[in-house]
């Protein structure tokens, strides 16, 4: 499975972007079945889980973004959202989104550089 993230772009610290995950058309009749999150991988780090949506819609946050990102999906239109305010220049990393626990399919991820 390789999902698809994009929204990417350059803000100013504070500011707010808004990723979006799309599942190929491959697994749109079992994409409402998997667990879904967004991961992140800053130059020199390991790549960590920033938030996750289960199947039924329950999601939880790393403490660095608690309160500040919120993920959401809309299994009709077989998308993940990150909408991501108060943003601040250690968000600034490539994220990628991925099934939960992720498959070894990363695709290309979305860059988000925050600016202080």
């Known amino acids: 499975v390789q999902l698809q993230a994009s929204g990417g772009g350059l803000v100013q610290a504070g500011g707010s972007l808004r990723l979006r995950c799309a599942a190929p058309?491959?697994?749109?009749?079992?994409?409402?079945?998997?667990?879904i999150a967004w991961y992140r991988q800053a130059p020199g780090k390991e790549r960590e889980s920033v938030a996750s949506i289960t199947f039924g819609g329950a999601a939880t946050y790393s403490d660095s973004v608690k309160g500040r990102f919120t993920i959401s999906r809309d299994n009709s239109k077989k998308t993940v959202h990150l909408q991501m305010n108060s943003l601040k220049s250690e968000d600034t990393s490539v994220y990628y989104c991925?099934?939960?626990?992720?498959?070894?399919?990363w695709g290309q991820g979305t860059q988000v550089t925050v600016s202080s």
């Open positions: 991925n099934t939960n626990p992720p498959s070894e399919n």
């Open positions: 058309r491959a697994i749109f009749s079992v994409f409402s079945l998997y667990d």
